[in-house]
């Protein structure tokens, strides 16, 4: 496989970019290669058949990007978090806040899961990645006895409600930062060691 020139990936990215904007406004039913041709300011649909198979090459590419915005802006305040606790905390507060930085991602990401079935083995890996930040937690005292399993579905299903409730109509990014706080504090108190209330 010949390696991409510069103009081609800038290309490409354009394609991804306008993709992404097209579903978070009108959503993956109505996404057709025309809209996103016409949104990217291209002349015709034969520039996005170029660079891609069809629509599910596409839509794979679209996800991928989206994984990276979103990594890229909650990964560093994860990594900064020091104990597991503190670490659930980061990863809900930034996890909301992201809904105020990248609307777009977050709007066209909830509609790809919807509606195309996207993203299912990243939301079991999501799941499977918190039930073990639970077992690990509990097994260093951090938080009390419950089943992982179920604390993992409580967690990434009510934050999920969350983040698309925001996003459906961003609010300010102070207010965002106190639905992201207390659902933290939400989270962390359910999960807290029974002798020792809210641990830190």
């Not at 015709?44 to 915005?69: P, Q």
């Not at 659930?88 to 990248?102: C, K, M, P, Q």
């Given at each position: 496989?010949?390696?991409?020139?510069?103009?081609?990936?800038?290309?490409?990215?354009?394609?991804?970019?306008?993709?992404?904007?097209?579903?978070?406004?009108?959503?993956?039913?109505?996404?057709?290669?025309?809209?996103?041709?016409?949104?990217?300011?291209?002349?015709?649909?034969?520039?996005?058949?170029?660079?891609?198979?069809?629509?599910?090459?596409?839509?794979?590419?679209?996800?991928?990007?989206?994984?990276r915005?979103?990594?890229?802006?909650?990964q560093?305040?994860i990594?900064?978090?020091?104990?597991?606790?503190?670490?659930?905390?980061?990863?809900v507060?930034?996890?909301?806040?992201?809904?105020?930085?990248?609307?777009?991602?977050i709007?066209?990401?909830?509609d790809?899961?919807?509606?195309?079935?996207?993203?299912?083995?990243?939301?079991?890996?999501?799941?499977?990645?918190f039930?073990?930040?639970?077992?690990?937690?509990?097994?260093?005292?951090?938080?009390?006895?419950?089943?992982?399993?179920?604390?993992?579905l409580?967690?990434?299903?009510?934050?999920?409600?969350?983040?698309?409730?925001?996003?459906?109509?961003?609010?300010?990014?102070?207010?965002?930062?106190?639905?992201?706080?207390?659902?933290?504090?939400?989270?962390v108190?359910?999960?807290?060691?029974?002798?020792?209330?809210?641990?830190?």
């Amino acid at each position: 496989m010949r390696a991409r020139t510069f103009t081609e990936s800038g290309r490409r990215a354009q394609i991804v970019q306008a993709a992404i904007e097209v579903i978070a406004a009108e959503g993956f039913a109505k996404a057709s290669f025309s809209r996103i041709a016409k949104h990217a300011g291209l002349s015709s649909t034969g520039m996005i058949s170029y660079h891609f198979a069809g629509k599910d090459d596409l839509l794979t590419v679209c996800v991928a990007e989206i994984e990276r915005v979103t990594g890229a802006f909650m990964q560093p305040r994860i990594d900064a978090a020091v104990g597991h606790v503190a670490q659930l905390r980061a990863f809900v507060e930034a996890n909301v806040a992201l809904v105020g930085e990248h609307p777009d991602a977050i709007r066209a990401l909830i509609d790809l899961v919807k509606n195309a079935g996207s993203q299912s083995d990243a939301v079991n890996g999501r799941l499977a990645l918190f039930e073990e930040h639970f077992r690990t937690g509990q097994a260093a005292g951090a938080f009390g006895r419950f089943d992982p399993r179920t604390a993992a579905l409580a967690l990434t299903s009510g934050l999920d409600a969350v983040v698309a409730t925001a996003a459906a109509a961003v609010p300010e990014p102070s207010e965002l930062a106190r639905i992201g706080r207390e659902l933290a504090d939400l989270y962390v108190r359910a999960t807290a060691p029974e002798s020792t209330g809210e641990s830190a």
